[in-house]
C-alpha cells in the first residue's frame, strides 16, 4: 500500500486509501411480492462484508424466538411516538396495529463509518428515505419476469391462501406504477444474474465521487506530482 504524503497543498492519500475512505450508502430493495427481493437481500448480507442489515424499531410485542437489537428495537408506543415527532425516524409506517420505523441514530453512524446499510422497505418507506437523506440512497426496484411468474411464485410458497395471494397482487399493482421513480430496476428471472447485477450497482456507487472526499486529496496529489516532474 502506498503511503500518504505532505505537500504544500496538504496531506495527500493513497490511492487505497481514497477507495477506502468514504461515506457509505443506503442501499434499498423493494418489490411486489413474488419478486424474490429477500431473497436477494439475503444473498447480499452474506456474500457483501462491508454490508449490514438496518433494524428497525417496532412497537410489536417480541417474540420468544427475537433478540431486541438484533431483529427489532422493541419499544413501547410512547417512546415510538416520540421517535416520530422528535425526527429520530427516517421512515415508519402502522400496520395491522402495530408501528414500524427506522432509527435515524445508527443509520448515520453507520454510514458516517464507511459501513453500507441495507433497507427491505416498501415504496412507501422508500420515498420516506429520499424525503430526509435522498444523496445517501441507492434505490433498486426488483421485478418479476412476467405477472404469470410472480403468481406461480406466490402459489408456490403454499404459505398463503388464493384470497391473500389475491391481496398481494392487487397491491402489486400500485406498488408497480411507481417503478420509475427508483434509481434502478432488476428483473430478477435468473435469481444468480439478478444478484450480480444488484451487486454491480451496489460497486458502481461505492465508487462514486460525492461519497469519497478523499478523492480531492488523492487529485490534489496527482496534480502535484506532475508539477514536479515538469519543473
Known amino acids: 500500500m502506498s503511503e500518504t504524503k505532505s505537500t504544500a497543498s496538504g496531506t495527500i492519500v493513497s490511492a487505497d486509501q481514497a477507495e477506502q475512505e468514504r461515506r457509505g450508502l443506503m442501499l434499498v430493495l423493494s418489490s411486489p411480492s413474488g419478486a424474490g427481493k429477500s431473497t436477494l437481500a439475503r444473498m447480499l448480507l452474506e456474500r457483501e462484508d462491508n454490508l449490514e442489515l438496518s433494524i428497525s424499531a417496532t412497537t410489536r410485542a417480541r417474540r420468544s424466538t427475537e433478540v431486541d437489537g438484533v431483529h427489532y428495537h422493541f419499544v413501547d408506543n410512547e417512546r415510538f411516538s416520540e421517535m416520530a415527532e422528535s425526527g429520530d425516524l427516517l421512515e415508519w409506517a402502522t400496520v395491522h396495529g402495530n408501528s414500524y420505523g427506522t432509527p435515524r441514530g445508527p443509520v448515520e453512524a453507520t454510514i458516517e463509518s464507511g459501513r453500507d446499510i441495507l433497507f427491505d422497505i416498501d415504496i412507501q418507506g422508500t420515498f420516506q428515505l429520499y424525503e430526509k437523506m435522498r444523496d445517501d440512497v441507492v434505490s433498486i426496484f426488483i421485478l418479476p419476469p412476467s405477472i404469470s411468474e ?47 447485477n444488484v451487486r454491480a450497482i451496489l460497486k458502481a456507487e461505492r465508487l462514486k465521487q460525492k461519497r469519497s472526499g478523499a478523492v480531492g486529496k488523492l487529485m490534489d496529489g496527482m496534480v502535484d506530482d506532475l508539477q514536479d516532474e515538469l519543473k
Do not use: P
Open 150 to 196: 410472480m403468481k406461480s411464485r406466490l402459489r408456490g410458497r403454499a404459505e398463503d391462501t388464493e384470497e391473500v395471494i389475491l391481496k398481494r397482487l392487487k397491491t402489486a399493482v400500485g406498488e408497480m406504477r411507481h417503478w420509475s421513480r427508483y434509481d434502478y430496476v432488476v428483473v430478477n428471472e435468473d435469481l444468480e444474474r439478478a444478484y450480480e
